[in-house]
């Protein structure tokens, strides 16, 4: 082996992987059989994270950076004058045997640009997963990357290997993908999409009735889009999400700041700012829908088609909605009480915990460890120590990112500076 080489291959191909977030490993429960190597369930899996939510836990990878496709906002698209390498497919297998063996890593995140057609280059990250688990007995956690326009049968097969198979839709809506991969076709990413969900019913159900039935991709399907690369809403994006957890039963959407590496006049010019806030409030808004039953349409909506960047989703939405509040903590159900700004689920089961031997005040709320400082605008409780029925929403927002530690400070300063 040429240690040399594969090490040059490596730094050009874990470089164009990086722009990919759609790599956490949660989900799935697969575990050691037969000594094998690896167990992706359980302590298996070390979910680790980078400060803005990023998972580096897996050797992620492309299988090639060469591409026949010229999507605009793309590091590795056919015109874009970079280095190039590809993987040979035991060359990927050794490399994740080792880094496993040197506890570098907890498995693998495949992905590739397309090299001659899409069932070539689907057919060579099977191969990759199918040795691991076939010849190499891995039972690490395996996420691919499904290439857009290959075969139904492919795609079953990935599954029968893969934890988790992901296909980016990149852009969150048809028009602008249109505009910047115009080579590409929308119904690509969807078939493969209806697939996977097909299957894993169908595997699912056949497994209750023959127990020995595999496990059809187990930690589901999952898609990333880019945002900022063209001008969605986040209205726009956050539909769009919607509809791919509801129609695919996607496990996860991530949302990628578009990093502004490419020259094109159809996209923000070299330079402009990743934008890391309004990932974040997208990330929240997909929290605040999955976790904490609100309906998409209540957080964005033609009066409000974009999220505020200087306060979170629920804020935001709970000062445009304060003919719900002050809500009271010792008699609400768990929904009313999800909906307070600075409360998450646990203090919400606290609270309902507590309340079943005490009539709560402020310092019962204190110590179960509630954020006061937003919370107290919205609840009452068993003390009247603080009264909020008379402030203007604006006002109440301007005391919480007053009194707030929040990264987000320093930004509403430089706004209110505006005015000074
Ligand atoms: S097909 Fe994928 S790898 Fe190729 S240019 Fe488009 S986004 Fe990049």
Known sequence: MNFERIKEKLSILADAAKYDVSCSSSGSKRT?????LGDSSGMGICHSYTEDGRCVSLLKILLTNHCIFDCAYCVSRKNNDI???AFKIQEVVDLTINFYRRNYIEGLFLSSGIFHNPDYTMERLVSVAKKLRLEENFNGYIHLKSIPG?????MREAGLYAD???INIEIPTVSGLKLLAPEKD???FIKPMEKVKNEIIQYKAEKK???NTPVYAPAGQSTQMIVGATGESDKDIMYSAVHYYSTYNMKRVYYSGYVPVLEDNRLPALGTEVPMLRENRL???DWLLRFYGFDVRELLNQNHPN???DIDPKLSWALRNMHMFPVDVNTADKQLLARIPGLGMKSVHKIINARKYRRLNWENLKAIGIAMSRAKYFMVCNSSDFESRDLEPERIKSMILQSSQSKYQKFYNQQLSLFN
Do not use: F, P, V, W
Not at 32 to 36: E, I
């Open 150 to 154: 290959c075969s139904d049968e492919l």
């Open 186 to 188: 929308h119904k690509d």
């Open 164 to 166: 988790r198979l992901s």
């Open 307 to 309: 999220l505020d960047i």
């Open 83 to 85: 280095k190039r390498a």
């Open 32 to 36: 050691n059989t037969n000594k094998g």
């Open 209 to 211: 009735i023959i127990k």
């Open 283 to 285: 990330y929240q808004t």
